[in-house]
């Protein structure tokens, strides 16, 4: 049996379970990752060290959400490439349509927990700084809600 301090990251898991929510729905599943070396992604398309990903059944062939790696091949500006991001790059993964997304922070290479920010902006259309937002944070058996 594992015991608490060897268990896997629950990060993979709660990847999929957004992606298949999102399929489920006729929702574009969206990441966003955060780039660096061992990130195959097309350089060409990254911002500020992050890159969007469109993770549908139509946009991607061969999609492999796996514990540590998310692989697939995509199309970019019409060229075929093979994408693979390490797991903890992914920073978020939501739903183009709907306004509510999974956040996961920066994690250092070699994260052993993993955060989660569940974000809820209003409806209303406002900018970012008159949004007020939940937060639940989830880190070593600590539940916190916070109103920002």
């Keep these: 049996m594992i015991n608490s301090t ?9 990847i999929r379970a957004l992606h298949e929510w999102c399929i489920d729905n006729g929702f574009t ?18 911002k500020d060290k992050e890159i969007v990903l469109n993770l ?3 946009a ?3 999609l492999k959400l796996g ?6 091949k995509a199309r970019f500006s019409g060229v075929a490439r093979d994408i ?11 739903a183009r349509e709907k306004s509510t997304s999974l956040k996961t922070p920066t994690p250092p290479l070699q994260c052993k927990r993993t955060k989660l920010h569940l974000l809820q902006p209003p409806h209303n259309g406002r ?7 939940y937060t639940k944070k989830i880190s070593n ?4 809600r916070e109103i920002k």
């Design 29 to 46: 599943p969206l990441i966003t990752v955060h780039v660096d070396a061992n990130t195959q992604v097309p350089k060409e398309h990254v």
């Design 6 to 14: 060897e268990s896997t990251s629950t990060r993979p898991y709660l």
């Design 56 to 58: 549908s059944f139509d």
């Design 127 to 133: 900018n970012v700084e008159n949004r007020n937002r």
């Design 141 to 144: 058996r600590e539940h916190k």
């Design 84 to 94: 693979v991001v390490p797991i903890n790059r992914v920073v978020a993964i939501y």
């Design 67 to 72: 514990n540590d790696y998310i692989e697939f």
């Design 60 to 62: 991607t062939s061969g």
